[in-house]
Structure formats: C-alpha cells, structure tokens
C-alpha cells in the first residue's frame, strides 16, 4: 500500500531543510518561507555559515537546529517535506573532508530518509550532475548511468550521492516514502563561499583583486551555469509535483572555462589577464543538462541569462573582497 500524509496539511506545510546554512539550502529557505513554510533548518556549520541565515534570527517561522545530520534526526513537530540538501559540494572541500562528504551522502541521507519515513514527509534529494562523471554522453540525459572513478579524487562525492540516489529508490520502493530526485548541474549567485575553489568565486574574487584568472589546463572544458534563483524554482517545482525519478535542473547555455573567463572579466571591468594552471584529475572534460524532463514534466526552464546573474553575484562578492 502507497504510504501518504494522513492528513493534508491544514495550517501552514512544514519543511525541514539539511543543509539550510549552505549556499543552496539557504536560498531554498527563503524561498520556503516566502511560500508561507515553517521551516527547521539543520546545519552543522563544516561548510555553510551563520551569515548565509543571520537576517532569518526571529523570524517566527524559521527554526534552526545546529546538528550533524549523520547522527539521529530527533523532531517533536510534524513534518511535510523534507529537503535533503547538507554536504560539502566544491571538489577543494570534498577532497578535504571525503570521510564527511561519503558521510553526510550515505548515513545522512540515511538518517533524513528515516525522518521521512518516521513523518510520512515527502523527501527530495539534492543530487548532483557528478553521478555522470566525465561524462561520455553529451548532453547529459536522466537515463545515462554515469562513467565515474570511484577511486579517483571526485569519487567520495560522487560515489556517495549514486549511493544515496540508490538508498533513495530503496526507500521509496520498500517503504513507500514518496521521493524526489534533482541532479543539480553547476550552479551560482549570492552566498558562495568566497574561498570555496570554485570556479565562479574563483574567478570573481581574482578580477575583482586584478589579479590573474587561474584557467585549470587549456580552459577547453566546458561547463553551464544556472542562476540560483532559478535552480531553486525548478526545485520547488519538482517536490511538488508527483514525478518520482531523477530530473536535471541547471542551465543548458554551455561555455568553455575560458570563455567565462573572459566573460568574468568583461563584467567586472577588470585589468586581469589569464594565467594557466595544471588541469586536476579526472576534471570532467564536458558538462550539459539535456533539461527535456524539467520541461515537459515541471514546465520549467531557465530564465536569468548569465549577464544577469554575474551582475548580481558580483555585487555580492564586492561586499566580501577586501
Ligand atoms: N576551474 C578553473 N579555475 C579555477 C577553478 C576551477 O579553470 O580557479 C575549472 C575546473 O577545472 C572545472 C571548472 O572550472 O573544469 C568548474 O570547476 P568547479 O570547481 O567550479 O566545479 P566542477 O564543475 O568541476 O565540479
């Protein structure tokens, strides 16, 4: 028998949010509350920061956990959704943090799913464009399995959210908690950590200093960039719809490392010029979301060209570089 809500929510829908002081997870609470949710946010701080929720403190209906989502996920409320979002994310933290990073994807994701069950929440996983590795299929579908090293320096990432897209569809078809998966493509905006290796901080916090754009090997590798408001609307969009296998949700406007070097630079007005710097193992040589599924399924698409967004990111980003 297909496990439900007992009821529909009457007063306002509960989410909990892991993961709600992370650059994602936080905007994903704004967006929450804004459509009149209470939300628990659960954060252990590794990589998000207390600034991402500050302008949150007394807000009536945002209440903020401070706990490892690896360990039991105790709440005396009910709950309707439940947003997996918590794991380190750029390839510099999780190639410092793999035993928290294969953590957080398998016992954590565990340990949400269990609160899910537990709730009779739905359940949405943040999954990741990385379960298709360096990829050979371009663009990328849903229905392309990946080509993945799991020994190499991505695969703790990599390997723990294709384990909890596994534990996922265990939980859904055991249990029968309802499931959501979103396979996030690479994504920016306001509230990236500046320091977080990324490229898009990366490139910004150097043009902004007029310092020189490091470009990873010839800078030939491509990649496209969502703008978070947009990524989180597709989000939105797919746990409340009743679709229950994995969807892409990024931008599909593709460019290579260098174009969007220049096109930093143009948007920062800066003097920095190029320099090049050794490619990093098993840096997936291309990246593109086939977003056929997002379309026809959650009628969404991008709307936020990437000029648009760099203005706004930047902006931001001017505030922090010193
Ligand atoms: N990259 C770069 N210079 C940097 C940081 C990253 O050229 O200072 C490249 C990196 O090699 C990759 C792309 O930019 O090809 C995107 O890297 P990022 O770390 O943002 O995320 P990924 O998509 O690889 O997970």
Redesign the pocket.
């Known amino acids: 028998m297909k496990q439900r809500r007992k009821t529909l929510p009457r007063s306002r829908p509960v989410s909990v949010v892991t993961g709600a002081a992370g650059f994602l997870g936080s905007h994903l609470t704004d967006r929450l509350l804004a459509r009149g949710h209470q939300v628990i946010g659960i954060d252990n701080f590794v990589t998000g920061s207390v600034d991402n929720i500050a302008h949150l403190g007394g807000n009536p209906r945002f209440k903020f956990i401070q706990q490892d989502v690896t360990e039991f996920l105790f709440l005396d409320t009910r709950v309707d959704y439940v947003w997996h979002f918590a794991s380190p994310a ?2 510099i933290d999780y190639l410092e943090l793999p035993i928290q990073t294969l953590k957080v994807g398998s016992l954590g994701t565990h340990k949400a799913l269990g609160l899910a069950k537990n709730k009779r929440a739905r359940f949405l996983l943040a999954s990741t464009s ?1 379960v298709y590795g360096d990829p050979l299929v371009h663009p990328q579908t849903e229905d392309y399995w990946g080509h993945v090293n799991p020994i190499g320096p991505r695969g703790c990432y990599d390997e723990a959210k294709r384990f909890a897209e596994a534990l996922v569809m265990a939980y859904r078809q055991e249990h029968r908690v309802e499931t959501r998966i979103v396979r996030i493509f ?1 994504t920016y905006g306001p509230r990236m950590r500046l320091n977080d ?4 901080p ?2 910004i916090s150097q043009a902004l200093k007029q310092r020189p754009l ?4 010839q ?1 030939d ?1 491509t ?1 496209s960039f969502c703008y978070v408001s947009d990524l989180i609307e597709g989000i939105y969009r797919l746990m409340m719809s009743d679709y229950d296998l994995p969807v892409n949700i990024g931008n599909p406007t593709e460019m290579t ?1 260098l174009e969007f070097a220049h096109a930093v630079i143009r948007a920062t007005r800066s003097r920095s010029k190029i320099t090049f710097r050794p ?2 193992q098993d ?2 040589r291309q ?1 593109r979301p086939d977003i056929t599924r997002a379309k026809k399924i959650l009628r969404w698409s991008p709307r936020v060209p990437l000029a648009t967004g760099l203005v706004k990111t930047i902006d931001y980003f001017r505030l922090k570089v010193r």
């Open positions: 750029s390839p990385e690479n290796g990324r490229v898009v990366a490139f490091t470009v990873f090997g800078g590798q990649r490392m490619l990093p840096d997936p990246r």
